[in-house]
């Protein structure tokens, strides 16, 4: 059984999980606007990894008796100034879900909750892999530029990504 402290937590990830998925998803949609593909290729994927994120909470939820309680969504931003602009906003956001994960973890220490310790440590991984990312693309953009045709060979780059999904409950 988990604690009903560790719960609360555990569904608050999960909305904040969500939150990314529609920051992301909103992101792509920006991007289609903007006639790059590939950058709304890229949020896309990162729109379908983060609602896996958020089912891997529920389905742990589940799995350890606990009660999921989904909260509403906060209604993301759908302008940014640049593709630089948001993927810096996308950094600053992954960065924030680093410290919410590191939050559950310390809660999981304080409850002396072993198995949810033991699940966090995949998100610990996966958040270093979230900021490298992001640091990747961040650093393309400034050294390549926004202009000309820059752009669209980053674009062409960030469509080659693909989407793969986690096998819920069992990663």
């Not at 979230?130 to 640091?135: F, S, T």
Request: with cysteine; hydrophobic share 40%; charged share 30%.
């Amino acid at each position: 059984m988990i604690s009903d402290r560790m719960l609360e937590a555990l569904n608050k990830q999960i909305n904040e999980e969500m939150f990314s998925a529609y920051l992301y998803l909103s992101m792509s949609a920006y991007f289609e606007l903007q006639n790059l593909k590939g950058f709304a290729n890229w949020m896309m994927v990162q729109y379908k990894e983060e609602v896996d994120h958020a089912m891997k909470f529920y389905h742990y939820i589940n799995s350890r008796g606990g009660k999921v309680k989904l909260f509403a969504l906060a209604e993301p931003p759908s302008e940014w100034s640049s593709p630089l602009n948001a993927f810096e906003e996308t950094l600053k956001h992954e960065q924030h879900i680093t410290k919410c994960i590191n939050d559950l973890v310390d809660l999981a220490e304080q409850e002396k909750d072993r198995a949810t310790f033991n699940l966090l440590q995949w998100y610990i991984d996966e958040q270093i892999e979230e900021e490298e990312n992001d640091n990747e693309i961040l650093g393309k953009l400034r050294l390549l530029g926004e202009g000309g045709n820059s752009i669209f060979m980053l674009d062409r780059e960030l469509a080659q990504r693909k989407y793969i999904p986690l096998a819920q409950g069992k990663e």
